[in-house]
């Protein structure tokens, strides 16, 4: 069993896109797994109907039991967070600004107020109408342990393929370089990085090269939109050969992705020569990871 990430240092690079497209045109049976947790993408591509779901549990919120509470106000006084204030004439826990670090608890005299675990978000297994299972979930706004999220996808979509002697993992990984992405690209074996010529595209991608790096996997990355700043698209591609990272492909701006979400379809089934233009893709992947020559 091998694993592909697909990642990309910043957000609206056309990841998710690039990553369904990819799905659709693999001739290799295929696990799907959007780790993208905050806001998770390819649902809206591949139409998944729900097999299975399981509530995500994970953080400690303080809970505050008013029928022991003697207000003395100690627990507003120590939180640092502004997450403790006085309405209606008790204290009550603002649960959102709440991290759960539990000192109020801890220094409550009267032991009214106690750390209970709550709902993060849920976790989904479907039946998508590629015919390849995905692993996806959904975090609660403003929860935590988003990276704790990914693990539980992708353990589930790796506990899958194992049971079912399916080769590959495909993973559409969170943007950024934070416990998302680190999780996303935690056991992979390569790490397919999707960039843009713009300023911050070209920034984060040297951030999220860096941090991959300390993961000793293969590499490998793709331009998006490489025509709409041809200089930087350039720079972009010596920098990768410099750090001997394959570059598979330089794609054109078109609103053919865009026309693709709303027909709720993956670019590659747009036309021919985007599906070869993905196959290439693929094929290349599938060398890079010594599985084709």
């Known amino acids: 069993m091998k694993e592909i990430v697909v990642i990309s240092g910043k957000g609206g690079t056309g990841k998710s896109s690039i990553t369904a497209a990819l799905a659709y045109v693999s001739d290799t049976e295929t696990v799907l797994a959007d780790c993208d947790v905050d806001a ?21 919120i303080a809970v505050i039991h008013q029928d022991k509470c003697t207000q003395c106000g100690l627990c507003e006084q120590v939180c640092r967070f502004d997450a403790i204030n006085f309405e209606k004439g008790q204290y009550q826990i603002d649960s959102i600004a709440c991290e759960g670090c539990g000192y109020c608890a801890h220094i409550c005299p009267e032991s009214a107020i106690t750390m209970e675990i709550q709902q993060d978000g849920m976790l989904y297994i479907s039946d998508t109408r590629l015919g390849k299972m995905l692993f996806h979930a959904e975090l609660r706004p403003g929860a935590e342990n988003s990276g704790k999220l990914v693990a539980s996808v992708k353990n589930s979509a790796k506990h899958y393929a194992q049971q079912t002697q399916i080769e590959y993992i495909l993973v559409d990984g969170s943007p950024g370089i ?6 996303s690209l935690s056991g992979a074996n390569l790490a397919l990085f999707v960039t843009e010529p713009s300023q911050s595209g070209f920034h984060d991608l040297q951030r999220v090269i860096a941090l991959a790096t300390r993961f000793h996997l293969k590499m490998a990355a793709i ?37 693709a ?33």
């Not at 998770?40 to 400690?60: I, V």
């Not at 934070?178 to 999780?183: D, K, L, N, Q, T």
């Not at 027909?263 to 060398?287: C, D, P, R, S």
Request: aromatic share 10%; glycine share 4%; hydrophobic share 40%.
């Open 40 to 60: 998770s993408d390819l649902h809206l591509l591949l139409k998944p109907k729900q097999r299975n779901s399981k509530a995500f549990f994970s953080s400690e």
């Open 178 to 183: 934070g416990c998302p992405v680190i999780s």
């Open 223 to 259: 331009i998006n939109k490489s025509d709409l700043y041809p200089a930087l698209s350039e720079a972009i591609g010596r920098f990768l050969q410099e750090k001997n990272i394959p570059l598979l492909a330089s794609l054109p701006y078109t609103e053919d992705f865009s026309k």
């Open 261 to 293: 979400m709303v027909q709720e379809k993956t670019v590659a089934e747009l036309n021919i020569e985007y599906f070869q233009t993905f196959e290439n893709i693929w094929k290349q992947i599938l060398t890079i990871m010594g599985d084709r020559k």
